[in-house]
């Protein structure tokens, strides 16, 4: 059984832990990210209102978001509000801080107040994955191994199936949009390769799952961090920044009016 913690993923790993209670901060960068403008699909369409409901952990609620607003939420509300397709957009925010997939699917059978919104919802967006992550470090910190991450992705797997299979319960015709996990490592060590592949096989899995499902998208983020020459993360080096909420809107809105356009030819 091979060790993944060195001296060096020790001092990483601290610093994550003690990002579970980094507060915001402001004087982040301002950056105007904007997608181009779909082709207005033709003369007989008639722009209507979408209803979205986000759902999930703190890359939903929005910390790390200097604005205190929201995170990606009201930058993706304000960019589609800007497309032809869409005469009003309205975003409910239904993030939680800390959630992990069990406790999001706790939620998404017992919260009435979520599964009314979800009833309405045109699309339902989700994060979740991030603090399954965090609970195997916190759980198994400092010995960690590869096999304990293998078997937290089993769990995670069946769960977020579950997740799925919740929400189509309640919405059988709202698309869904998952977005993947990213590795925030690679800003204080190159080094440590381990954290890229465990993020990768969490994502190739929740990809794989997606897949499954009907009228589902899952959108990757990972990318964006590791091949970025600007800082995308808070001071808590976990979660994005403005500039990192930014590109995560512009992400998660292409995706969206994608599988949104598709749906209606």
């Not at 952990?57 to 990606?72: A, N, P």
């Amino acid at each position: 059984m091979k060790k993944l913690i060195s001296f060096g993923v020790v001092i990483v790993s601290s610093i994550f832990l003690a990002s579970c209670i980094g507060a915001n901060s402001t004087g982040q960068v301002e950056r105007e990210f904007t997608l181009e403008n779909k082709p207005f699909p033709d003369s007989s369409f008639i722009p209507r209102e979408l209803n979205v409901v986000s759902v999930g952990d703190s890359l939903t609620e929005g910390v790390g978001d200097s604005t205190g607003l929201g995170g990606y939420v009201p930058i993706l509300e304000k960019n589609l509000e800007k497309q032809e397709e869409f005469s009003d957009v309205d975003i409910i925010n239904y993030g939680k801080r800390g959630n992990r997939s069990d406790q999001l699917l706790k939620r998404l059978k017992e919260d009435e107040q979520i599964r009314t919104s979800i009833i309405d919802a045109d699309s339902v967006i989700v994060t979740v994955g991030g603090n399954d992550v965090m609970k195997v470090f916190r759980a198994n910190f400092p010995s960690l191994t590869y096999d304990d991450f293998s078997t937290a992705l089993v769990q995670y797997e069946d769960r977020l199936t579950n997740i799925f299979s919740e929400i189509r319960s309640v919405n059988p015709e709202a698309s869904i949009i998952l977005m993947g996990i990213y590795n925030p490592f690679f800003v204080l060590s190159a080094d440590i390769q381990e954290m890229e592949l465990i993020v990768g096989e969490w994502n190739n899995s929740a990809e794989a799952i997606a897949g499954q499902w009907e009228n589902t998208s899952f959108v990757h983020v990972s990318d964006l961090f590791s091949s970025s020459d600007e800082n995308l993360l808070h001071t808590d080096y976990f979660h994005p920044n403005d500039i990192g909420y930014n590109l995560i809107a512009a992400r998660i809105e292409e995706a969206l009016t994608g599988i949104l356009l598709q749906s209606e030819e």
